[in-house]
């Protein structure tokens, strides 16, 4: 079946960085983008950015740029989210999330189960 | 960017209840709005995009409307796997933003 498994729980101290993987399965990985977001504690839901896992080509919230990087590896169908220069307010779950297409609309149709990422000195 | 607001932020609700939850955008989104639902410490699963379409295999309880910046996820009959977290997204304009989230919960 269809899924994303990702990588274990991190803890980081500020000022670090931190790489997530996220490895597809049961589908063509370079057919569809993938989304990363996260969500602190207790909060809702914020996008990061995307990957097109077949050019490499990716989009980044602005909020993000310069301390975010997605990349893949397509011979082993997986995405990477590394973030750098972590501050405490970067303590979050992290997911990745495929990207569903339907004529013009676009939605995340498979999702991860999470990555905790902990910054704490 | 596009400001999603929830209402209500949170509801207390009965089984068999019919429960309607509101997504406003700061500005038109066409009917690029999908839906998601999230139980305590699970990934988000996606109910309705394009306003209203179903995903396959969600429960035709569900159902979305709205266009343009007023959105609703509707409930049919409340039943106890539903209480969760639900959240809108539109995917008009980059960047992608979420609404804060309603929490249903049981009465």
């Known amino acids: 079946q269809v899924q994303l498994v990702q990588s274990g729980a991190e803890v980081k101290k500020p000022g670090a960085s931190v790489k997530v993987s996220c490895k597809a399965s049961g589908y063509t990985f370079t057919g569809y983008y993938m989304h990363w977001v996260r969500q602190a504690p207790g909060q809702g839901l914020e996008w990061m950015g995307w990957i097109n896992p077949n050019s490499g080509g990716t989009n980044y919230a602005q909020k993000f740029q310069g301390r975010v990087t997605m990349t893949r590896d397509t011979s082993i169908s997986t995405a990477y989210m590394e973030l750098s220069r972590l501050r405490s307010d970067d303590t979050a779950v992290y997911y990745c999330?495929?990207?569903?297409?339907?004529?013009?609309?676009?939605?995340?149709?498979?999702w991860g189960k999470g990555t905790t990422v902990t910054v704490s000195s | 960017d596009i400001q999603m607001t929830q209402s209500p932020s949170s509801l207390s609700a009965s089984v068999g209840d019919r429960v309607t939850i509101t997504c406003r955008a700061s500005q038109s989104i066409s009917r690029n709005l999908n839906w998601y639902q999230q139980k305590p410490g699970k990934a988000p699963n996606l109910l309705i995009y394009a306003t209203s379409s179903l995903k396959i295999g969600v429960p035709s309880r569900f159902s979305g409307s709205g266009s343009g910046t007023d959105f609703t996820l509707t409930i049919s009959s409340l039943q106890a796997e539903d209480f969760a977290t639900y959240f809108c997204q539109q995917t008009y304009r980059t960047p992608q933003t979420f609404g804060q989230g309603t929490r249903v919960e049981i009465k």
């Open positions: 999330a495929r990207e569903g297409k339907h004529r013009y609309y676009y939605y995340m149709d498979v």
